[in-house]
């Protein structure tokens, strides 16, 4: 493409958005923090299920300080549903850094910006581009998508290597006078017109220098890798109830789900009934034996690169004192304590069926609490 040709481009995409963009919160603000705060939520997931989380997130932690100043706990909480929960970690590790290295003050400069925690390419281009208008190219999802059916690139958007291709696709494009709006006008175009399944090209503000439009192959871009088949794993989890507490183990703070809390149990063995698994699973997580008087349903969760397909059985205590092996720590509490703790979705997806089951077994708290004190 021409520079003139760029430039005409840059400029209609720019107009397009200042006239077309979504009411967004985190577009209203010159705020570093807020906007560093949506950017690292709105990785993998969408504008619709970010939005609630940003409000009561910024309700809580309004500053970089609070933020910094809080417990992980308080912070997983608040993270509690939105998934990918290294995220919020990270987050909560890098105010600490910023307020402790940079004097609360959000580094500006990419190196800096760079080295704090799960701060990747892409959250620093966004970040210093919108926040401080550096001249740093944005390369998400929606960006590969515009640009492999802007320039039919051949390469997969979804292949490692062709990272680098669209980074400077990205970035031969990018206006450096206006860094920040062009980033979010390229993601916004791919997010509300350009979409992956029937674009809006008679809409398309880029449309007169479309290769795959012009050329009537959109449907060829862009091009992918096919997946492998995710996995699904059987799990059995078990409720153990010792008078009219259950018991919750939290998982270490690092890895998938880190630093939540859940009830014990894990995967079933090839030849082993989910019954036997979640017994064998308590035993060995908490040293606890424990006798299965029900099964309270299953659940179906999916992750990116898995899904399970999960037993969730009521026990009562038998015997034996808690020893961990794999959580780092537990409690006992009531069901009406588990708002307290932040847990995974799977979990929260039987809790209401958990508590109609407790009701029925032991009837009200009011009871619960009377039969306890017998
Ligand atoms: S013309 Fe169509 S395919 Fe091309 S960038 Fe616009 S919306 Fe996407």
Known sequence: MKPKEIHALRKALIDWYLVNQRDLPWRKVTDPYPIWVSEVMLQQTQVATVLPYYHEFLKRF????????????????????????????????????????HLGNIPQSRPDFRKLPGVGDYIAAAVLSIAFSKPYSVVDGNVKRVLSRLFIMDEPVNQSSAKKIYQQAAADLLDTQKPGTFNQALMELGAIVCKPRNPLCPACPVQTWCLAYQRDRISEFPRKLKKKATPQYPIAVGVVFKNSRVIITRRKPEGLLGGLWEFPGGKIKKNETAKAACIREIKEEVNLAVKVDSHLCMVKHAYTHFKIQMDVFCCSYISGRVKLTGPVDHRWIRLNQLDDYPLPKANHKFLAKLRQWKDKEFGSVKAEVGKERR
């Open 62 to 101: 309004p500053n970089l300080q609070k933020l910094a100043r809080a417990n992980f706990q308080q912070v997983l909480k608040a993270w509690e549903g939105l998934g990918y929960y290294a995220r919020a970690r990270n987050l909560h590790k890098a105010a600490g850094v910023v307020l402790n290295q």
